[in-house]
T-cell receptor, first 112, second 110 residues
């Protein structure tokens, strides 16, 4: 079956702009989590959605937001981009319990 | 605050060596521990552990969880250059959050 897909794969933006990233989970998976990965910080949890509800969120400013649609696809939005937002953004899907997550290929965001 | 700590941070070995990677956790309402391998792309799933003392094996890789002492180890025997990667562990909490460690970078020399 198809894996987790993320679009776009690469993005270049300038400071102050906003960006929307998309994630399509594995068919049947209802949970989608988002992570920011940087060389110094590792994988930092952004938020988790299950059946269109955000169940948890990490310690990121309100500029980072997300949503999930009825087909379990999820989007993440970052407004007023800062240079420090440059990172690899990964999403991962699972059935929603204490089960394994499967990661998408990521979106590499560069903020100039 | 929930945290996962991995050690060592990095490791260089020669092909054929055996390595042990460590992961300790302090997580509220702990449910499971997962191991991932990350090369130059997204992490790929290796193991999920929920019960203490039960070893999981896949080829040359094995892992075990100790819920009393709050740690897990990942063993790789007869290492190969293809095992070179960053190995991540993550703890899943009952608040629907996966907390990742910063990873162990393993380099296997031919």
């Amino acid at each position: 079956k198809a894996g987790v897909t993320q679009t776009p794969r690469y993005l270049i933006k300038t400071r102050g702009q906003q960006v929307t990233l998309s994630c399509s989970p594995i068919s049947g998976h209802r949970s989608v989590s988002w992570y920011q990965q940087t060389p110094g910080q590792g994988l930092q949890f952004l938020f988790e959605y299950f059946s269109e509800t955000q169940r948890n969120k990490g310690n990121f400013p309100g500029r980072f937001s997300g949503r999930q649609f009825s087909n379990s696809r999820s989007e993440m939005n970052v407004s007023t981009l800062e240079l420090g937002d440059s990172a690899l953004y990964l999403c991962a899907s699972s059935f929603g319990g204490a089960d394994e997550q499967f990661f998408g290929p990521g979106t590499r965001l560069t903020v100039l | 605050e929930d945290k996962v700590v991995q050690s060592p941070l990095s490791l260089v070995v020669h092909e054929g060596d055996t390595v042990t990677l460590n992961c300790s956790y302090e997580v509220t309402n702990f449910r499971s521990l997962l191991w991932y391998k990350q090369e130059k792309k997204a992490p790929t799933f290796l193991f999920m552990l929920t019960s203490s003392g039960i070893e999981k094996k896949s080829g040359r890789l094995s892992s075990i969880l100790d819920k009393k002492e709050l740690f897990s180890i990942l063993n790789i025997t007869a290492t190969q250059t293809g095992d070179s990667a960053v190995y991540l562990c993550a703890a899943f909490s009952g608040t629907y959050k996966y907390i990742f460690g910063t990873g162990t970078r393993l380099k296997v020399l031919a």
